[in-house]
């Protein structure tokens, strides 16, 4: 059984940046597709950014949320079953709780529905 846990989550004002983890536990993920998704409140969660599970590269391909693209960076470290979400320029829009989650496949998904493994969120607040 694969666990998620998610950190690095803060505080920043608006054109600061932040770096998210998501630990893995209880099984390698190489084999899975991992997303970040993000949750406002009163509003619905967003995928914000995926990639395909390593394959023999080990890196994954990357897909991004238009809002996002240019500013987040998501990159995978099969060795140490972790993978990351790197945000540049901030803004307040970006506030949200933000999740990890994993599914058994190659391709990923922005969609959230697509993933049943996910991790307890961490809170990103963005001040103007």
């Known amino acids: 059984q694969v666990l998620l846990l998610e950190s690095g989550g803060g505080s920043v004002p608006a054109g600061g940046s932040l770096t998210l983890s998501c630990a893995a536990s209880g099984q390698s993920i190489g084999s899975y597709a991992l997303g970040w998704f993000r949750q406002a409140p009163g509003k619905e969660r967003e995928g914000v950014s995926c990639i395909t599970s390593g394959g023999t590269s080990g890196s994954g391909t990357p897909t991004y949320v238009d809002s996002v693209k240019g500013r987040f960076t998501i990159s995978r470290d099969n060795a140490r079953n972790t993978a990351y979400l790197h945000m540049d320029n901030l803004e307040p829009e970006d506030t949200a709780v933000y999740y990890c989650?994993?599914?058994?496949?190659?391709?990923?998904?922005?969609?959230?529905?697509?993933?049943?493994?996910w991790g307890q969120g961490t809170q990103v607040t963005v001040s103007s």
């Open positions: 989650a994993a599914n058994p496949k190659y391709y990923c998904s922005l969609d959230p529905t697509s993933y049943d493994i």
